[in-house]
Structures are given as C-alpha cells and as structure tokens.
C-alpha cells in the first residue's frame, strides 16, 4: 500500500530516515540497520540526498538496491542543487527504473554554506514547487514535501512561508514530512496555520532522537530548531555519559512523538542517521501495532540544513 494510501485510509505511517555512508564500514551498518528497522516493517524508509558529487549516486544505488534486496518500501529524496532539469528528468528514470513510487521533492541548500545565498542551476528549478510538478510530469509517483515547524529559515515570516508551502502542496504533493523539531507545539501550530489557510494536506512529524549534546546543538543550528532548555541541561550534564545521554535523549523523543500521536499526528519519520537503536527504542515502546499486524496504527477513533549524515 502506498503511503498516500496509508494515510488517505486514516492509518498512520511509520518510517525510517538514513543517510548514504561514505565508506565500506558505513555501507555494513547501513545493510545491518536496514534489517533491524526491517523488523519493526515501517511503512517506508528513505535515504537522504547528498549535497553534491558521488554522494547522489549512492544514494539512488542505495535506494535500488533496497527496493530489489529488502521488504521494505522506498521514499526517494532528490534535491535540485546543481542540477539541470535534463539531470533531473534522468535521475527520476533512474528511480522510476528502481521500482520507486514514491519521491521527497526538495530544492536542497546552497552546497558549501547551506545558510547561503540560494542559486539555482542555469538551466535548474528554482523552488521545490518546480520539481514537485516536474516529477509528476515524469511518472506515476506520489510526492512529498518538506515542512517546517518552526519555519524555514530563509522565509521573511510566518505568512511568506505559509503561502509558499501551500503553493507547493497545490503544485501536487500528496503529503509533507517535517523538519526536526524537540516541542510538540511547534508542530501543532503549524497544523492550524496550515488548517487556516484551507491546506490539509498530512504532515508527519519527523523524530530524532537528541542523544548527544553536541551532534544536536549543531544539528539544531544549520536546521533551525529550538533545542528546548530542559533537554539541553539533561544532555550537558550527561556529556560523559553517553549511557545517560542515550536515556535523556530517548525519554525526550518518546514523550514527544506520544503527544503527536494523542493530538491525531499522522505518523512519525525517525531520523536514524544510520544508528535506529534510539528510534527502535522509542518506537517499540509506544507499543505501535505493526504493519504486518494489519492495524497499521489506526488513529484512535475517539480522537483529531536536515542532518544527511554524523557531523564532518
Ligand atoms: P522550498 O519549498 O523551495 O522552500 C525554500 C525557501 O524558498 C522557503 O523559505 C520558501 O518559503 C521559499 N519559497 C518557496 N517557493 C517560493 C516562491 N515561489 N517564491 C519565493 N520564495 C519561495 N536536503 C538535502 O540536501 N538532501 C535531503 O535529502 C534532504 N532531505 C530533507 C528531508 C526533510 C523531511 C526536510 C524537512 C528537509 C530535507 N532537506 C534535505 C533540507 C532541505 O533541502 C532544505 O531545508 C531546503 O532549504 C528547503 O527545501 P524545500 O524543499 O523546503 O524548499
């Protein structure tokens, strides 16, 4: 089932997010985190696309090789940094060619500064708008788009991004998944910003689970997102313990994504950066009914510079 359909049938989604490894070291524990997310039979997995240069074909080798290799379901992310739209057109035939179905259109940052100055391609998109329409036009796939909770940083306020966002929903995507975020209030007035301008499109939350100070302090700065102060007093203080670090940072994300899903979020994407113990952890202990249960995580009737990888 795709996952437009997932969503569409009132079912949550639940997926997992990695990253193409440089070596052959992180090409062993991306197959050994494959099979253990595999287990927990997410929805779909994805893996990130590189800011530029060898990185993009791995990440659409990687993609095949899980559709041919593993059970598990593909969302293909494909930024338009540096590209033509004739590299485009042929990048999308590479997946389409993989069996894929389903792309995360993105624009992408400026490579190098991500907080630059943004330059399209001469011959390139200018706005992830633009290649949600031309990945439509290539195929029969399904189309997501980023979100951002506490806004994208280069929208001049909250009304630029809004309109923008829709605009992009309207030019085809069929759902959105988040940016990291640690409040759950940011993702819910986003929601209502969202509802009041007449775009409902679902939103899934993404997840990552802050275990390190700071990977996340860092994290949180090229990605724009409030590492609130508890958390980071708890991640401070547990700086040499990584086992301290790891329940701080666990506890967090798993308290979080409960008030997601009590307040009807439509799923969770875990951010992994190729490590899901944490993700497994959290979702194991939300006691999720799993895909092959059939559930799929029916939502209660009662009820309503992204990391691509570990810092250089
Ligand atoms: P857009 O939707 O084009 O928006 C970018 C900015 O332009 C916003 O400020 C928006 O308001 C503005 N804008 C949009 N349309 C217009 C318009 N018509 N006129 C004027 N301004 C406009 N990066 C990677 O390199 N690889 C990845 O794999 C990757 N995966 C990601 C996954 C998720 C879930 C998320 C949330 C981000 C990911 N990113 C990735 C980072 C993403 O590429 C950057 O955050 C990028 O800056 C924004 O991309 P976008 O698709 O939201 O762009």
Known sequence: MSVKDVLASGARSYSFEFF???????????QEALR?????????????????????????????????????????????VGHSVAELRQIIGRYADAGV?????LRGDPPGDPQGPWIPHPQGLRHASDLVRLVRE??????AVAAFPERHPRSADWDDDIRHF?????SGADFAITQMFFRADDYFRLRDRLASAGCHVPVIPAIM???????IRRFARLSNATVPDDLA???????????????????HATALARRLLDAEAPGLHYITLNRPTAALEIHRSLSLPTRAEGASGTKDPRGTARPSGPPA
């Open 20 to 30: 193409p490894p440089r070596t052959a070291t992180g090409e062993r524990s991306l």
């Open 36 to 80: 253990r997310v595999e287990r927990v039979a997410p929805h779909f997995v994805s893996v990130t696309y590189g800011a530029g240069g060898s990185s993009r074909d791995r990440t659409v080798e990687i993609t095949r090789r899980i559709t041919e290799e593993t059970s598990l379901r593909p969302l293909a992310h494909l930024t338009a």
């Open 101 to 105: 179905r389903e792309v995360l259109a």
């Open 138 to 143: 290539c195929g029969a796939f399904d189309v």
């Open 166 to 170: 829709v605009a992009k929903c309207r």
């Open 209 to 215: 689970p802050a275990t390190h100070f700071d990977q």
């Open 233 to 251: 007093r708890r991640l401070e203080a547990a700086r040499n313990d990584p086992g301290q670090a790891h329940r701080a940072g666990v506890a």
